[in-house]
């Protein structure tokens, strides 16, 4: 019987710093699994600096190294897209290349991927070298996510995970552009396995990832799993009506009683300011979605591919060494 593969899937852009340490704890893990063929795919998601040279350089050593390296930057989550369309394992790993998660890990996960587990996860315990201002927002990101979306997604839970093929191809399965992928690991559904770790700080270089990028991932998550924003418009318009109907019979009442009233601009235009805001806010969440479907609707390809070095069959003009190729997702 041919052994199982597991492919590593390591997304990176602009890791120089880190690769070195992270391929030699990748190889230390590699040398602690017998029963499965390795492959370590790196995703080069448009980086400016030597990452891509320091990975060739690693494959010629090195043939379980395998690499992807896209047109541009299209983002990590687009990035974990295209890898789930060229990765061949049958378990398949996912992890950061800044070693805040230790691969090691990865052996657990497969003892119960062995158990008939599909998405085996680890959740965060504690995020060492990250502010409180990042823990905070996370965690209250994570609250408000759970309660309007009804898919229950994992809190403290990043991409860290190990993934049987049948979960690969569901996560292939989507088409869309904006993507949350720490959704669909959710919305996918099989059977899950959580696992508690304490979270490393950064082996070398600096994050990637800043407030604003943050900010537009969670908009992303929110907006691609609920339409509580929108009913939440819906119910604002209608309790401010409601409120502004009850304040004109008022004003009605108090006029055919006391007469008419000249004093009252400072109220009208503080009614006035308040409903503009309402209006403005529910426009700026009819946008957010509007705008998806404009980005949907066009069919543009996910990503595309310049150069893949790996076993993959996905194009058939592909050499598994060194040819260049351009495609896109599925």
């Not at 593969?5 to 890791?15: A, D, G, R, V």
């Not at 991409?159 to 093929?165: E, I, M, N, W, Y």
């Not at 009506?241 to 304040?247: K, L, M, Q, R, V």
């Amino acid at each position: 019987m041919r052994k199982k593969t597991l492919s590593i899937i390591i997304p990176m852009y602009n890791e120089e710093e880190s690769l070195p340490f992270l391929y030699n704890r990748l190889t230390g893990l590699a040398d602690n699994i017998k029963d499965y063929d390795i492959e370590f795919l790196f995703v080069n998601d448009g980086s400016k600096d030597n990452s891509l040279e320091i990975v060739k350089q690693l494959h010629k050593v090195d043939k379980r190294v395998c690499y992807l390296n896209l047109s541009r930057n299209f983002g990590k989550e687009v990035a974990m897209g295209a890898a789930f369309d060229y990765v061949t394992g049958d378990a398949v790993a996912i992890i950061d290349a800044d070693l805040q998660d230790p691969p090691e890990l990865i052996i657990e996960m497969l003892k119960y991927y062995e158990e008939g587990y599909d998405d085996v996860y680890a959740k965060r315990r504690s995020r060492d070298g990250e502010s409180w201002l990042k823990k905070f927002t996370s965690k209250a990101f994570y609250k408000v996510l759970q309660a309007v979306s009804r898919v229950p997604i994992q809190k403290d839970t990043g991409d860290f995970r190990l993934l049987s093929r049948r979960a690969i191809e569901a996560l292939k399965a989507f088409p869309e552009k904006q993507r949350y992928t720490k959704g669909m690991f959710s919305l996918i559904g099989f059977k899950k396995k959580e696992i508690l770790f304490d979270r490393d700080p950064r082996v070398a270089g600096t994050t990637k990832w800043n407030y604003f990028k943050l900010i537009d991932l969670a908009i992303d998550g929110i907006v691609s799993f609920t339409i509580a924003p929108l009913r939440i418009a819906t119910f604002l318009g209608l309790f401010t009506g409601i409120g502004a109907f009850a304040y004109m019979i008022f004003i009605f009442v108090r006029t055919l009683i006391q007469g008419v009233d000249v004093p009252g601009y400072a109220s009208t235009i503080c009614i006035l300011l308040f409903v503009s805001c309402v209006q403005l806010i529910s426009l700026g969440i009819i946008g957010e979605y509007l705008g998806r479907i404009f980005i949907e609707v066009k069919g543009r390809p996910l990503y595309f591919v310049e150069e893949y070095c790996g076993k993959s069959a996905i194009d058939s003009s592909v050499d598994s060494d060194s040819d260049i190729a351009i495609s896109t997702a599925k």
